[in-house]
């Protein structure tokens, strides 16, 4: 994992991020645990509440489990289905992305293209 300290994204978001774009490549899955946040906020030199903040916000969109004592373990599985909940959250969650970008001159078609190559970038990463 990379974290860059000068970007505009705040950095548990970019941990956040990383963390979920790994499960859709398949380098973490179902069952695996996630370092310590002691350990992951040395590796990356980052403070340890960032990576509390990470894992949080994780655990909140039901991606991973914190358990005292034992870590914080992998919970979603990319290749079920979906909940109806989660999809309604998820729209939400969405809503505002795409309205910003409608509002800046994007067009549904130039919309599905980012989409598009967002998902590409994050296969091939």
Known sequence: MFIDPNSDVPLYV?????IMEAIV?????LGDTLPSVR???GDLS????????SYHELESKGIIEIVPKKGAMITVN????????????????F????????ANGMNEEQLHELITTVIKNIKEA
């Not at 490549?25 to 899955?29: A, F, K, N, P, Q």
């Not at 990319?78 to 969650?93: F, G, H, M, V, Y």
């Open 39 to 41: 350990a992951l906020a």
């Open 46 to 53: 980052v403070n340890m509440h960032t990576v509390n903040k």
């Open 14 to 18: 970019q941990l956040r991020t990383q």
């Open 78 to 93: 990319k290749d079920k289905q979906i909940t109806n909940n989660r999809l309604s959250a998820l729209s939400t969650e």
């Open 95 to 102: 809503k505002p992305v795409v309205v910003e970008a409608m």
């Open 25 to 29: 490549r398949g380098d973490l899955s």
